[in-house]
């Protein structure tokens, strides 16, 4: 087929060394001989009607002919890419095992005979493609499948590890947070025992305090007692004292009174004042 077209597409090449073209439609132009060499343009004719006009046409085959050399090679590379892929999958295949299927899974034509001459590995029909590529989807399809119980799996695992260590974490707090409060109620308790040890220590000192203000207080009643007393005899020694200075003075006043006066009192049998001096 490339053959051929290589063949075919001789005319779209241009015009040969001779200064001649042959154009798609086997149109000749000879070349005017009056014309310079600088005018001679591929292709060119003389200026007619007629070449005018065949021009024309073989542009619009060149035009025609170059979209189906396109189409052709399009066609011709899709199908060796074809042709490479099929022969990629023979050649991962290899030998057939025993069975069906080879090493990828591809399907083994039952049936199918190696006659001398012809192709061992013959290309696959369309239905067998097919078949593989079933059998590549349903195997894409397990291996997903397994990735994502093994991804479960890992999940799984994964949270099962943050468990336990959470839940050792979590005992750990628990435990800092034991140690925290036992010893909180230890400093707890140790402070209410010296409180209370302090506060019975207030309590005897306030009642010793008690105890001596009573006895002060005692001992201020007896000494104010004895003031009193104190100060009444003190109060009667000067009361008599002053009385026995007034009657002393009396007497000397009655003393020196004249004698009709002396006969109204009656004097003490001392005798007479200031006698007993």
Known sequence: MGKAFRERGTGLDGPKKGGSAVTGGGIFCPPHPEAPEGQLAEGSCPASPQSEDA????????????????DLENRCQSLQEELDFRKSIFEEVGSSPPGE?????????????QTQGADPWPLPSLQEVRETQKWH?????????????EYDSKVAQALEELRRQHDHQV??????????????LENAKLCSDQ?????????????????????????????????????????GSRFRGCLEGVTS???????????EGRRCLWWPASGRPGEGK
Do not use: F
């Not at 989807?137 to 119980?149: A, G, I």
């Not at 005992?171 to 909180?184: G, I, P």
């Not at 306030?206 to 109060?235: D, P």
């Not at 003075?249 to 004698?259: H, N, S």
């Open 55 to 70: 021009h024309a046409v073989a542009k619009k085959q060149l035009e025609k002919e170059t979209l189906l050399r396109v």
């Open 249 to 259: 003075k009396l007497r000397d006043l009655l003393w020196v009174a004249p004698p």
């Open 195 to 235: 409180n209370e040890r302090a506060a019975s220590a207030a309590r005897e000192e306030l009642n010793e305090a008690r105890m001596r203000i009573e006895a002060l207080s005692y001992q201020l009643s007896g000494l104010q007692k004895q003031v009193r007393r104190a100060g009444l005899a003190l109060a």
């Open 101 to 113: 299927g080879g090493a990828l899974g591809l399907p083994y034509r039952r049936g199918a005979r």
């Open 171 to 184: 005992q750990l707090y628990k435990l800092e947070l034991e140690q925290t409060y036992q010893a909180k």
């Open 137 to 149: 989807e349903r195997h894409l399809v397990e291996v997903d499948s397994s990735c994502q119980k």
